[in-house]
């Protein structure tokens, strides 16, 4: 079973720079052909997908957030990270990490969604990220 856990401060401050991690049991991040990636929802508002590291560790972002977007990984540790620079209380969410198949969230596929894409694909808990300014 494929479990996921993101870590990291609850609270970060506005023009700080945002950092969570994801440690992964049950698979290795080097698996082919899966995408780990980092999703995050807004409080009221749908899903919006910020950018995945593949198994072969080649980083994509979504353009709105590339600037200020790093996604990175331990093979060592069987972990990967997302940071996220000048954060503003725009930035307070939910972030997960999750274990995709495809990296069709990058492309708009579940754009507006409020679910997580099942099947095969495996997510975190989530972590609540708030950004004070």
């Known amino acids: 079973q494929v479990q996921l856990q993101e870590s990291g401060p609850g609270l970060v401050q506005a023009s700080q720079t945002l950092s969570l991690t994801c440690t992964v049991s049950?698979?290795?991040?080097?698996?082919?052909?899966?995408?780990w990636s980092w999703v995050r929802q807004p409080p009221g508002k749908g899903l919006e997908w910020i950018g995945y590291i593949s198994y072969s560790g080649n980083p994509a972002y979504i353009p709105s957030l590339e600037s200020r977007t790093s996604i990175s990984r331990d093979t060592s540790k069987n972990q990967f990270t997302l940071q996220l620079s000048s954060v503003t209380p725009e930035d307070t969410a939910v972030y997960y990490c999750?274990?995709?198949?495809?990296?069709?969230?990058?492309?708009?596929?579940?754009?507006?969604?409020?679910?997580?894409?099942?099947?095969?694909?495996?997510w975190g808990q989530g972590t609540q990220v708030t950004v004070s300014s």
């Open positions: 999750g274990r995709e198949e495809t990296m069709d969230g990058l492309y708009g596929a579940y754009d507006g969604s409020r679910v997580l894409p099942g099947g095969q694909n495996y």
């Open positions: 049950g698979d290795s991040i080097t698996s082919k052909f899966y995408y």
